[in-house]
């Protein structure tokens, strides 16, 4: 039986883009013993033996506003994800989208938390095909385990609502990246989306608050995501992150003239900073016709007129708002009316900012689930071995091209976890103990001798109080102790 099912797979081998849609054939016979087989298809082995990642997908929007499952095979007219997809295209990780619309204003964290929760639930109804991942080791864990990763990654800074503590809540629930702006500039970071807007208020990039997200982020291991902000947002955000950053759906300006791509110059900087630019895949930022074609003023006033009638039409009972996904089909047979671009411009993208930023820094940010045209070629994740075949007729390497599919991204992952593992120990060597420092390290029945060292090493930032003495001595502290204290707040 199984040399029969091998001979079968020899022979798709032969003819590239049939097997790239039955490339679970593949994994199989990859790992049995080695026989000499008919030449196989180069691109389609590159593709099977790569680790790769997408950075950026709507499709928990599906999942809780249409109660879509990851389990469903759907259309590629309904949906660009699911799990025969994910496996037909060998996609091994997914940063899925929080993304909240800001007609939830007032309840964006509510939002956010409902999208984390959708996710949560699709990895707990298929746990035999796919885990939720918090860190490169966890992609490549469930990588090695044949399962698909699941991440986070929040789109639009607003979902913090000005609070770093919901900040720190979101990277607890899992969160491992926030784009600090959508299309919208919210109350500490400009947008692209409506930096040319004389009614919005802008920053000049970011606010001082602004500023220290990006430090906290650094700090608790959150990637920063600048696609989408505006050009000096992108600039201060470089200039302040100790961490590399990404853009997770951002194309290249150069070659199409769009306010979120990002210019040869902005490449540079990312080149500098040791982040990658994960390229989108949305018609409208890759191909300068297709994005002529649809930013006609007339044509995009009648679509917009058509979504205010349905929202009218639609609008909920409880007042909240309609949700993207229950217009989307008015959306989608609007962009229709404009021919899809060629597979050649994605990959033109590709290249351009493999060239201006480097191999190192370029990856794939498809926005699947999230817009409305995509290249020839690319109907959805199930087609993604057709960029490595592309890339492999550009002349790029096997492991060029691995970085590209998801080795660029990882690095980067792993950079951003080691600066916040520094971060997090250099603040602890300069801060004065905290009263529940001491309390912790008593309870937790550190020697006297070693208490004393380090409140005299660090100093202590709390006054000594009857109860707080009274505290320490039920706790058994040593009285040279409650003397180190009372010397080291003296100081
Ligand atoms: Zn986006």
């Known amino acids: 039986m199984k040399p029969k099912y091998r001979s079968l797979a020899c022979f798709f081998l032969l003819s590239s883009l049939a097997l790239a849609q039955h490339p679970a054939h593949h994994k199989k016979s990859a790992k049995a013993a080695p026989v000499a087989r008919p030449k196989a298809d180069p691109a389609l082995a590159i593709h099977q033996s790569a680790l790769i990642i997408d950075t950026h997908a709507d499709t928990p929007q599906r999942f809780l506003d249409e109660n879509f499952d990851l389990g469903q095979d759907t259309p590629v007219s309904d949906g660009h994800i699911d799990l025969g997809k994910i ?6 990780a997914e940063f ?29 109804r298929h746990p035999d095909k796919m885990a939720m991942a918090f860190s490169a ?46 299309s919208n500039t919210n109350e500490w970071a400009d947008s692209s989306g409506d930096i040319q807007d004389p009614n919005v208020k802008h920053h000049n990039g970011m606010s001082d608050f602004g ?31 100790q961490a590399p950053v990404i853009a997770s759906h951002s194309s290249s300006r150069e070659l199409t003239n769009q306010p979120r791509n990002m210019t040869d110059d902005m490449l540079r900087a990312m080149t500098n900073n040791g982040g990658v630019v994960m390229v989108n895949f949305y018609s409208a930022f890759i191909d300068e016709n297709y994005r002529k074609a649809s930013s006609d003023p007339e044509k995009v006033k009648q679509r917009d007129a058509e979504v205010e009638a349905y929202k009218k039409a639609h609008a909920h009972p409880d007042g909240s708002p309609v949700t993207y996904d229950e217009y989307a089909p008015i959306e989608k047979k609007w962009a229709a009316q404009f021919p899809r671009p060629p597979l050649k411009s994605l990959i033109d993208h590709i290249d351009h900012i493999a060239k201006v930023a480097g191999i190192d ?45 998801g080795g660029n991204f990882l690095r980067v992952m792993r950079e951003v976890e080691a600066t916040a593992r520094r971060l997090q120990s250099e603040r ?57 204290i009372a010397k080291a707040r003296r100081k």
């Not at 496996?87 to 091994?92: D, F, S, T, V, Y």
């Not at 990763?149 to 629930?173: K, T, V, W």
């Open 87 to 92: 496996k037909q295209g060998n996609l091994g």
């Open 96 to 124: 899925f989208s929080i993304w909240v619309e800001p007609e939830f204003k007032g309840h964006y964290a509510k939002r956010a938390m409902d999208l984390i929760d959708s996710v949560y639930q699709q990895a707990a």
């Open 137 to 182: 080791d966890d992609i490549v864990r469930a990588h090695d385990q044949h399962k698909f990763a699941a991440l986070m990654g929040i789109e639009g800074g607003h979902a913090i609502e000005n609070d770093p503590r919901l900040l720190r809540d979101f990277y607890r629930l899992g969160v491992r990246y926030m784009t600090l702006t959508w």
């Open 211 to 241: 500023k220290d997200v990006v430090r906290e982020m650094n700090r608790l291991g959150m990637i920063v995501d600048i696609s989408h902000v505006s050009d000096a947002t992108f600039y201060q955000a470089l200039l302040i992150s």
């Open 361 to 405: 820094h370029v990856g794939l940010g498809s926005d699947f689930d999230g817009v409305t045209s995509l290249p020839e070629g690319i109907d959805s994740a199930a087609d993604l071995p057709r960029i490595t075949q592309a890339l492999l007729q550009r002349g790029y390497t096997r492991e060029q091209i691995h970085k590209i599919l």
């Open 428 to 484: 602890k060597e300069s801060a004065a103990l905290s009263f529940e420092d001491i309390e912790l390290m008593v309870g937790n029945r550190v020697g006297p001798a070693q208490l004393i060292d380090r409140i005299t090493k660090h100093g202590v930032d709390f006054a000594l109080t009857p109860e707080r003495r009274t505290a320490l001595k039920a706790q058994k502290a040593d009285d040279a102790v409650l003397d180190a």
